[in-house]
């Protein structure tokens, strides 16, 4: 079961690495809903560049290499459950703008974090538990 969690992980965070080197080289499609925004929707809370988007899509990669096994094995059940808790957190959020926690809820991003973003933390979190091996004590 660990082994298919990790391929999952890694699958996952692959494929959002690759949309964030989208974002990073300029392109467009759904950049608008995946940053919070003020209560209003109009003003996006922050404007993130090219290189900290780039950044985002090579620490999700590093993610994924760590999911497939590419480090010492202590390493990695450290990692994997250090990503399950950073995942976790980003699911619960900020009790403003960000998470299942958030108090702003009538924007687009609002509306995506509910529905996919948050849910999808959480299933990320979920699967670099399994693969830490952390069902293996159980």
């Known amino acids: 079961m660990a082994t298919v969690a990790a391929l999952v992980l890694a699958a996952l965070l692959t494929t959002i690495a690759a949309v964030h080197f989208y974002w990073a080289v300029g392109g467009r499609w759904g950049v608008s809903l995946a940053i919070p925004t ?14 900290g988007t780039a950044t985002v899509g090579a620490l999700l990669l590093v993610g994924a290499a760590v999911a497939m096994g590419r480090l010492l094995p202590t390493w990695q059940v450290v990692l994997l459950r250090l990503m399950a808790v950073v995942f976790t957190l980003r699911a619960v959020g900020d009790f403003r703008y960000v998470g ?15 529905r996919l973003f948050s849910p999808l933390c959480v299933a990320l979190a979920l699967l670099a538990a399994v693969a830490s091996g952390v069902l293996d004590a159980l």
């Open 38 to 51: 003020s209560a209003d929707g109009h003003h996006p809370l922050f404007e993130p560049g090219p290189i």
């Open 100 to 114: 299942f926690s958030k108090r702003v809820k009538a924007t687009p991003f609002a509306y995506w974090d509910a």
